[in-house]
């Protein structure tokens, strides 16, 4: 069974931290990995939500504006409750594959 979760976070480093907690992540050796419970962690980032416009010289003219948030994907073998964590955007930067 996967369970999918679309999340955001306000920085990599909360994101991080908060998958740890919650035993999704662990550290081996001083390193990230994933745990038995785990099938994929995937750090979206930040998402453009108006593209930079730039002109022909490569001068930026418009600065690109981004979604509020740092967002991660999760993919888990069993339920988390993720509370206000879990967003559920209509249209998703990622999704898994099917």
Not at 1 to 6: E, F, G, L, Q, S
């Given at each position: 069974?996967?369970?999918?979760?679309?999340l955001k976070y306000t920085?990599?480093?909360?994101a991080q931290a908060d998958l740890l907690q919650r035993g999704i992540l662990q550290e081996v050796e001083g390193e990230l990995t994933q745990t038995n419970r785990t099938h994929a962690v995937v750090y979206v980032g930040k998402i453009i939500d108006t593209p930079a416009q730039i002109d022909q010289d490569g001068n930026v003219i418009v600065e690109a504006t981004f979604v509020e948030g740092y967002h991660v994907d999760v993919m888990l073998k069993d339920e988390e409750n993720f509370g206000a964590l879990e967003i559920f955007p209509?249209?998703?930067y990622h999704?898994?594959?099917e």
């Open positions: 069974m996967r369970n999918i979760y679309k920085d990599k480093e909360a209509a249209t998703p999704k898994f594959a």
